[in-house]
């Protein structure tokens, strides 16, 4: 099985939304039926075919993984929300999840830890700045010691990836804190991330963040798109193994939920 419920996690869960399946327009109706009416009002709501497909992909990875980690029949999957609108399993509350979209994948990290964070970011974003030095407009998100890292790098490729890196080590901390971006990013101090590219492996630190000591982990999953991943760690816990980062295809994803039906 694709996900085998506690044995498998933590992990990350990746599916493309470009996949011909939800393309197909009888398919996209008949899967935008197993959610709610509110749930697909947001859905179709969205004004362009590949970001109503990304949202639905997004809901059926959301809805397989939190049922075949619960062990819950996805009918029954109920959510509940703290403080910051961010969702919870209702009824399994030691089980936790975030997701992320971005340049047409969806991500869904699970754990058995109070609270997780997750981020897809893509380089992409850079070039949509349309400025060589967009790094100056974003320099109150950085600590001089990180700014200075970065600027250190001569625009380019390699200075793209390094932002996106960081861009995306932050955001998943605001994620696993719950807070978006109401936050100071200035006060999230990454220090010196080295450039890696989509042919390394998996890249991990831990960072004293205020009372807390915070895992994180970043992947390249191609030269454009990073995911990265974080959560609470500390001195009394052991050394931490990275966390598998798994592509399913989305058909395999809709073929276990049309055989639970």
Known sequence: MWLAQESSIPCVLICDSRRAILSDDFEFETLLRLFSLETQRKITNKR?????????????????????????????????????????????????????????????????????GLDLASTKDCQNFGEENYLEVFRPIFTE???????????????????????????????????????????????????????DSAQSIERDIGIDTIYFQSKWLDSDLIVSICKVTGPKQPTMTKVPIVDLELADVVEWIHSTK
């Open 145 to 199: 010691h990180e700014f200075r890292h970065l600027n250190k790098l001569p625009p380019g490729a390699t200075r793209d990836r390094l932002f996106t890196h960081y861009w995306s080590l932050k955001e998943a901390y605001t994620k696993l804190k719950g807070v978006g971006l109401n936050c100071n990013l200035s006060e999230i101090d990454l220090g010196v991330i080295e450039p890696c590219t989509y042919k």
């Open 48 to 116: 362009e075919r590949k970001l109503r497909n990304l949202a639905l992909c997004n809901q059926l990875l959301q809805l397989a993984s939190l049922s075949r980690a619960s062990g819950q029949a996805w009918r029954e999957t109920k959510f509940e929300f703290n403080a910051y609108g961010k969702p919870q399993c209702a009824g399994f509350p030691n089980l936790s999840f975030n997701m992320s979209n971005s340049d047409g994948r969806t991500a869904i990290y699970l754990d058995l830890e109070s609270d997780v």
